[in-house]
């Protein structure tokens, strides 16, 4: 029976509706931004209709009856989520990352979400509830059936942006898995071992830039120093450029740095959706503050990109990855703004992590064992190359370089703690006899499986490239190499894999021949990895400051 007080039945009525609330939308995705602007909207009209009510205090009424509204939807929330009939109630985790998933999203924003994690396996087990609707899986036996073509799981919503529907592109969520297949098939020539090939010239060419650009930066620095990882970063991106526009359009930031800041705000969109994407209803407010600004121009800039190699066409030096856009026929030709954010697409993924990976290698390498590893790598690619001035490196022969490629491994190892979630399909899926049901996220704890000592032995948290030589068992290592997830696998498996090794292959061999390396003084190497935040995207607080001094014998060839 209702209290008879008006006062009474308004409050019980507000009680109710907030469960009710729950009950009618817990299944449906509702944008934060537009449940907000209804909320605001409630509010007035409340507020409204007390007032020609004749209530007395319809500013107070309002506001309790708001609060009492939104303290019951919240509270039906929790107890549902914690309730036995929630679909991951058997799954153990932490009471707060149960009820809500803001502990992922901080977790995820202070760029150390994959140690929390891997803690959390460490105390729950190899399943573990790290948001209400999600479980973190630490078995190898997962990966096939998360990122395998049979079940073909969805992406989360994290990565949903704010851009109508009808615009695909990929790495993002699409509306469909074909959508997704018919756009990679756009991209996929461009990604062949020929089409590769044709980026050679251009990728030496920005090679011996960076070379010099090292130089130079060190020579007009303060205290003769270079920001390793600043200068690499500038090279993959006008490398980039390079592929994407076939040297019609550049970015040039070897040449003048980059004082649009276009870098952070790639970076910080990866932030954007790595971080608040874990509970995608921050997104869409996030969107509307200036918290989104970076990202904002970032869009525009690669977009006018875009726009300017199409008006180029013609003028291309290479055979780049925009021709194929452009060439692609029928029904999924993409629309001019769909090229824009491919562009984008390929300006972030394809530099990103490349240089990120290159100049952690350098670090590692320098850092552990007193150097021993650079000296290692050095003759290897002293023996492999006699004249590194005139000729180019012969990618034939480093593909073959076991210590070159060994580093490249042990580095991504360390250095790849993605967070790739994804969304259980019809009818849910048992993973090793564990049933999750459909709708539920889950997501590989890809860290935790690269250095767990049963996959990698000893030493699984240090960097040893020795562990990748063919000779490692008899090194005395175990070495799980499927227990390796850099580039993700299946039908969203990273499209630039082949690319991104050779471009790993030429920088670290073209540094590695022409420079002995050492910290600058000052530097301090656990303060340097301290300060290493990953969010999809590799953040470092603390720059890479690096002497380097030109072998003897190595001149530089013109360019
Ligand atoms: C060290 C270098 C690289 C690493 C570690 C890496 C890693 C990855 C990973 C883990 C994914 C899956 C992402 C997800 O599902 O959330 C991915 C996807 C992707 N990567 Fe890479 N990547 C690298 C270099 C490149 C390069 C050079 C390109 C060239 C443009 C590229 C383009 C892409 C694209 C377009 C996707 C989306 C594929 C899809 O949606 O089907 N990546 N990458």
Not at 102 to 113: C, D, Q, T
Not at 138 to 146: D, E, F, L, P, V
Not at 312 to 317: A, L, S
Request: hydrophobic share 45%; glycine share 6%.
């Amino acid at each position: 029976m209702l209290p008879k007080s008006p006062q009474l039945t308004a409050s019980a009525l507000s009680i109710i509706s907030g469960s009710a609330t729950w009950f009618a939308f817990h299944n449906v995705r509702i944008r934060a931004d537009l449940a907000a602007v209804s909320y605001a909207m409630l509010a007035g009209a409340i507020y409204i209709g007390l007032l020609f009510g004749s209530w007395s205090n319809p500013l107070t009424m309002t506001t309790t009856l708001l609060g009492l509204y939104a303290t019951s939807a919240l509270l039906t929330t929790t107890l549902y989520r914690l309730s036995p009939w929630h679909k991951l109630a058997s799954y153990p985790g932490p009471l707060l990352w149960r009820i809500s998933a803001l502990p992922l999203v901080y977790a995820s924003f202070r760029g150390k979400r994959y140690l929390v994690i891997d803690e959390l396996h460490k105390r729950y087990g190899d399943f573990v509830r790290i948001a209400p609707d999600a479980l973190s899986i630490k078995r190898k036996s997962a990966n096939q059936i998360i990122h395998g073509p049979a079940t073909h799981m969805e992406k989360a919503d994290s990565y949903l942006i704010p851009i109508p529907r009808h615009i695909v592109a990929l790495f993002f969520k699409q509306p469909t898995h074909t959508l997704h297949t018919e756009r990679k098939k756009i991209w996929q020539p461009a990604f062949t071992s020929k089409s590769i090939a044709n980026f050679a010239e251009p990728l030496e060419r920005r090679t011996w830039q960076l070379l010099e650009t090292i130089e130079r930066r060190q020579d007009i620095s303060n205290d003769g120093s270079v920001e390793l990882t600043k200068a690499l970063t500038h090279w993959a991106y006008d490398f980039t450029c390079d592929m994407l526009f076939g040297g019609c359009v550049t970015m040039g930031l070897l040449e003048n740095g980059d004082p649009t800041r276009i870098i952070e705000g790639g970076k910080f969109s990866m932030v954007l959706l790595d971080s608040l994407g874990q509970a995608p209803w921050l997104v869409h407010l996030a969107y509307h503050l200036p918290i989104a600004k970076a990202q904002m121009r970032f869009f525009k800039e690669c977009g006018e990109m875009m726009a300017e190699r199409v008006l180029k066409d013609g003028e291309t030096t290479v055979p780049d990855i925009a021709s194929h856009f452009l060439a692609a026929e029928g029904y999924y030709r993409p629309t001019l703004e769909e090229m824009q954010l491919d562009a984008l697409v390929v300006i972030q993924g394809g530099s990103d992590n490349t240089s990120m990976t290159a100049s952690l290698a350098c670090f590692h390498l320098l850092s552990s064992q007193g150097g021993r590893q650079w000296m290692a790598l050095q003759a290897e690619l002293d023996g492999a190359f006699q004249d590194i001035t005139s000729s180019d490196l012969d990618w034939d022969v480093l593909a073959q370089l076991p210590y070159l490629n060994a580093v490249i491994s042990e580095t991504l190892r360390l250095s790849s703690p993605y967070y790739l979630p994804r969304v259980v399909g019809d009818g849910g899926v048992a993973i090793d006899g564990h049933f999750v049901p459909e709708g539920m996220i889950v997501a590989l704890a890809a860290y935790s499986l690269q250095t767990d000592a049963a996959n990698f032995y000893p030493e699984p948290l240090e960097f040893r490239a020795e562990r990748w030589l063919p000779d490692a068992e008899a090194r005395g290592y175990k070495t799980d190499r499927s227990a390796s997830y850099s580039f993700a696998s299946g039908p969203h498996v990273c499209i630039g894999k082949a690319l991104a090794y050779q471009e790993m292959r030429l920088v670290l061999a073209r540094l590695v021949l022409t420079f002995d390396m050492e910290f600058a003084p000052g530097f301090d190497p656990t303060a340097f990895k301290e300060g290493i935040m990953n969010m999809r995207t590799t953040i470092i607080q603390r720059p890479l400051k690096m002497r380097a001094r030109r072998r003897a014998g190595v001149v530089f060839r013109d360019i």
